[in-house]
Nanobody
Framework: QLQLVESGGGLVQPGGSLGLSCVAS????????IGWFRQAPGKEREGFSC????????TYGDPVNGRVAISIDASKRTVYLQMNNLKREDTAIYYC????????????????????WGQGTQVTVSS
């Protein structure tokens, strides 16, 4: 049974760093891309990072570009997200999701190109 489980969220001060993990079970990570999304209170879920099935191509959205790095350890079935220089506006629930495709693409809505989701992990940036 396919399952994605995120971990690593928590409370961090502005300017701090945090590392998130997404562990997949029931599937190998060499077939589909994996994306990271986040949803802040009162806002829509937005995709902001993705790594393709080969692990060689990554995508970053403008709000986080230069501050986050996505990587994969296929042997551990784990996708990592390192976030640096965190800002208060990064506060959200962070989700990883399995793409329907081997390449990264963010469609008009999160469900357009991503089929399976983790339960999310809360990231709070506050002093």
């Amino acid at each position: 049974q396919l399952q994605l489980v995120e971990s690593g969220g928590g409370l961090v001060q502005p300017g701090g760093s945090l590392g998130l993990s997404c562990v997949a079970s029931g599937i190998t990570l060499d077939t589909y891309a994996i994306g990271w999304f986040r949803q802040a209170p009162g806002k829509e879920r937005e995709g902001f990072s993705c790594i393709d099935s080969s692990g060689r191509s990554t995508t970053y959205g403008d709000p986080v570009n230069g501050r986050v790095a996505i990587s994969i350890d296929a042997s551990k079935r784990t996708v990592y997200l390192q976030m640096n220089n965190l800002k208060r506006e990064d506060t959200a629930i962070y989700y990883c999701a399995l793409s329907k495709f081997s390449t990264c693409r963010f469609g008009s809505s999160p469900s357009t190109d991503f089929s399976s989701w983790g339960q999310g992990t809360q990231v709070t940036v506050s002093s």
